[in-house]
Structure formats: structure tokens, C-alpha cells
Nanobody
Framework: QVQLVESGGGLVQAGDSLRLSCAASGRTFSSYDMGWFRQAPGNQREFVAAIKWSGGKTYYADSVKGRFTISRDNAKITVYLQMNSLKPEDTAVYYC????????????????WGQGTQVTVSS
């Protein structure tokens, strides 16, 4: 069992930065691939970024590539999403999720989800 708690969301202006954190509980955290997803009102949940359990491989949606960076600290059982050059279209609830492996961009591949943190970017 893995429990996930996101934090770090807020209201910022376009061009600003935010760092989201996802604190996990559970001794097996280091064996899970981790992902960040987001969901805006009226939209489906969409993939943002993912990182393999070892931290050696990362993946990004085209819409955030070059602006967002995912990282993890297995000792602190935490995964991060550094978001730079934020745009109004980045406004959404951001969720972190844990997966035992599979297609990294598919929400159905993730076994555990956090409750989400709101990110709002004003123009």
C-alpha cells in the first residue's frame, strides 16, 4: 500500500515557477514508477511527466517538455515536479501517482493516486 500527498500548488502569474511535492508513505516506494497528471475542469486527466523507479529515465508530455522537470528522492520518499515558465493553460489540479510499471502515460497503469493540488496560472 502506498499513500500519496501532494503539496506546493497555488496561484501564480504567467512566467512564474512552482515546485510540487508528492510525499509517499510505504516501504516499497522506491520500487514504483511515479507520474504526474493534471486535470482541468471539463477535461480528461492528462499525462504530464513520469520517472522510473531508479530515477534513471524520465518522460514528459510535449506541452511541458523543456519547462517542467520531474525528479525523485527515494531516501525522502518524495517525488517533485519543478514547473517553470508557467502558462495559463497549465491551470489544473495536479495529481501524483504510483505505478508498478507499464505504459507511463496511461492513467490506468497507476495503482495509487494522491488527492491533488490546485495550480492556477493567471495571465
Amino acid at each position: 500500500q502506498v499513500q500519496l500527498v501532494e503539496s506546493g500548488g497555488g496561484l501564480v502569474q504567467a512566467g512564474d515557477s512552482l515546485r510540487l511535492s508528492c510525499a509517499a508513505s510505504g516501504r516499497t516506494f522506491s520500487s514504483y514508477d511515479m507520474g504526474w497528471f493534471r486535470q482541468a475542469p471539463g477535461n480528461q486527466r492528462e499525462f504530464v511527466a513520469a520517472i522510473k523507479w531508479s530515477g534513471g529515465k524520465t518522460y514528459y508530455a510535449d506541452s511541458v517538455k523543456g519547462r517542467f522537470t520531474i525528479s525523485r528522492d527515494n531516501a525522502k520518499i518524495t517525488v517533485y515536479l519543478q514547473m517553470n515558465s508557467l502558462k495559463p493553460e497549465d491551470t489544473a489540479v495536479y495529481y501524483c501517482a504510483a505505478s508498478r510499471g507499464g505504459v507511463y502515460w496511461r492513467p490506468v497503469e497507476y495503482d495509487y493516486w494522491g488527492q491533488g493540488t490546485q495550480v492556477t496560472v493567471s495571465s
